[in-house]
Each structure stands twice: as C-alpha cells, then as structure tokens.
C-alpha cells in the first residue's frame, strides 16, 4: 500500500511567520504534488514535482514555494503566512507514465491568524 | 478549457436507497477519470479509475461507469458509513496535472 505522511495535522500560525509543511511518500513515486482545499473550490493545485530539484508552479502558486532535495520529500513552504492561506493543505504522490493514480496524504488544516 | 462538474453538490438518502452521482467533464483528450472518497477532516481516498467510454469498475456498493462526456458512481443499498464526500477528478493527456470537481456531499441516514 501506498502511504504519504504528512508532518502536523493541524497548525496554528501568525500572519508573516514563514511556514514549512512537509509530505513523505514511501513507494518511491517520481510525482509529487502540493493542492490547498476551499469549500466551494475543490482541489486547487500549488506546485508539483516530477522529479529530485524539478519543480513546476500549479494554478494558485503565488505566496508559496517548494523544494524536493530527496525523491520521498516534498517541502511546501509559506514564505511569509497571511490569512488567505488559511486552508486545508493535501500532498499527493504518483508513480510515473504508466500509472496515473494519485495517492493522497492526510492533510494539514492551516489556521493563520 | 479542461473542466469538471460534480452535481447534485449535496445528497440525503435514506440507508438502502440507491442512487447516482454525476461528473461532466470536458478535456483535451482524456487519459483517465478518477473517483474519490473524502471523510471530514481527512485526505481523499483513491477509489476507481476509468480510462476509456464504457468501461466500469466496481468495489462494495459502489459502481463507476464512464461515457464521453461524464461519468456517473452508482451507489446501490447505502449504508450510513457511504456518507462521505466523493470527489471526481479528470487527467488530460499529455500532463500529471488533475482538474477536480468540488464532489458531492453524501449523508446516508439510517
């Protein structure tokens, strides 16, 4: 089985703190991807990575940054927090060309005051 | 534009009454559909994936078919823990890249 972890469930942080989520994947998946979730929204995609250092910017990227230094890590990171991010943060994995099913992590619901 | 509408955007039905969810969809050449489970608070969890008009897929009470231009998830006896949000997200050819629908919010009662 799949399993992606992410590190806290729930944050609470001030406005302008500069905020590290991060997401491991244990299945070795080329693919991993960052969304934040709106009710009313749906799945908004941040930033995906197909690969160690490559990064490509989602639909909704401004405000944020990631970095991927090890293929089971993907670092989503809020350089400067504002309230409008406050949301529910979803990492996903996916293993490469031949299979398409992205497998989701538990999520981290981000207040930020 | 690629896009994907779930509808109704809310549910109730009594346990044991069927029914179905829809997805419409519009993409560039679609390379797979993919359903979704969400419980509050959690992750979605992955349930089927349909790759090509007339295929179906199915898991417990649950049934997932594809046409061209949607998809629907039957659901056949809910019991209450069907109660969930299921969510429906498109992959276009040629991309990694998801569009997700804003899923439909089922309450099975018992």
């Known amino acids: 089985d799949v399993k992606v972890t992410q590190s806290s469930r729930y944050l609470v942080k001030r406005t302008g703190e500069k905020v590290f989520l991060e997401c491991v994947q244990d299945?070795?998946?080329?693919?991993m991807f960052w969304y934040r979730q709106d009710p009313g929204l749906g799945l908004r995609l941040i930033y995906f990575s197909y690969d160690v250092k490559m990064k490509e910017k989602g639909d909704i990227p401004e405000g944020y940054s990631v970095s991927r230094e090890k293929k089971e890590r993907f670092s989503l990171i809020l350089e400067s927090a504002s309230t409008n991010q406050t949301s529910m943060y979803l990492c996903?994995?996916?293993?490469?060309?031949?299979?398409?099913?992205?497998?989701f992590g538990p999520g981290t619901r981000l207040l930020v005051l | 534009e690629d896009q994907v509408t779930q509808s109704p955007e809310a549910l109730r039905l009594q346990e044991g009454e069927s029914s179905s969810l829809n997805c419409s969809y519009t993409?560039?050449?679609?390379?797979?559909l993919f359903w979704y489970r969400q419980d509050p608070g959690k992750g979605p969890e992955f349930l089927f994936t349909?790759?090509?008009a007339g295929e179906e897929k199915e898991k417990e009470r649950l049934k997932a078919t594809l046409t061209k231009k949607e998809s629907f998830l039957h659901i056949t006896a809910p019991k209450p823990e069907d109660s969930a949000t299921y969510l429906c997200?498109?992959?276009?050819?040629?991309?990694?890249?998801?569009?997700f629908g804003t899923g439909t919010r089922l309450k099975v009662l018992a």
């Open positions: 299945m070795d998946h080329e693919n």
């Open positions: 997200a498109v992959q276009a050819v040629g991309t990694y890249k998801y569009i």
């Open positions: 349909l790759y090509s």
């Open positions: 996903a994995s996916l293993k490469g060309p031949t299979q398409e099913t992205q497998y």
């Open positions: 993409v560039s050449g679609l390379r797979g």
